[in-house]
């Protein structure tokens, strides 16, 4: 068996609030990118790194729509050309919340140390296992089963860590976008809506995990049927 309408019935909830926080990601951005801000994104972003004594870690420009992310392996902030580019409360909102993450890497945030950690087991367990358990049923081997639950129970583990770590990002890097003067109080409700926006989408993803999970479990864990 290698799909399950009743897996779309367990995730329901979770696409439901994904499809309704793209949606807003996407149009609290539209309106914050006509807002034009005293800094560019790369701008803001060195600005908030180096207040926080976070002089080496370099800003790169790369391709992509909001594929704006922190590398803690090469103390990186790679942004996206229109974030890396544009003045807008767009911009130095998602590059501050980046900045956010590189200085969570340098204080040494638990909830971060424990996410870089768990991001190659939670990788392998969203790949492969969803796939080992229904492949267990198929062939009425438990331990195999079993074996997928737990591995897919990495990417729950995964998403409820990354959870903290998304929303300390955006409260540092709102405190900071005040506090230094790059976003006037006036001007924060649409960095907020932007942050937000973009929080429910990691909200959406831990819930389908945990969705997910509870679906291998209910369907597969008691189960020695042959699919």
């Known amino acids: 068996m290698f799909f399950d309408p009743m897996y779309l019935v367990f995730i329901a909830p979770a696409l439901l609030i994904a499809f309704w926080a793209q949606f807003r990601v996407k149009s609290a951005y539209a309106v914050a990118q006509q807002i ?32 704006d992310h922190y590398d803690p392996r090469e103390k990186v902030l790679r942004l996206s050309t229109d974030v890396y580019q544009q003045r807008s409360l767009a911009a130095v909102g998602i590059a501050a919340h980046e900045a956010g993450h590189a200085i969570q890497d340098a204080v040494g945030y638990a909830p971060l140390v424990i996410r870089n950690i768990a991001v190659p087991v939670a990788g392998f367990g969203s790949n492969f296992g969803m796939l080992m358990a229904v492949i267990g049923a198929v062939v009425a081997v438990k331990p195999l089963i079993w074996a997928g639950i737990i591995l897919f129970g990495a990417v729950v583990v995964f998403q409820l860590v990354n959870l903290p770590v998304e929303f300390n990002a955006s409260n540092r890097a709102k405190a900071q976008l005040v506090g230094l003067g790059i976003v006037g109080h006036d001007q924060m409700v649409y960095v907020n809506n932007v942050l937000n926006a973009a929080a429910w989408t990691y909200v959406a993803a831990t819930l389908q995990a945990i969705l997910t999970l509870l679906y291998l479990i209910m369907r597969f864990g008691g189960s020695n049927d042959r699919d």
Do not use: K
């Open 36 to 67: 034009p801000a005293p800094l560019s994104g790369a701008a803001a972003a060195r600005h908030v790194l180096d207040s926080a004594g976070l002089t080496d870690v370099a800003i790169e420009q790369i391709g992509g729509v909001l594929s």
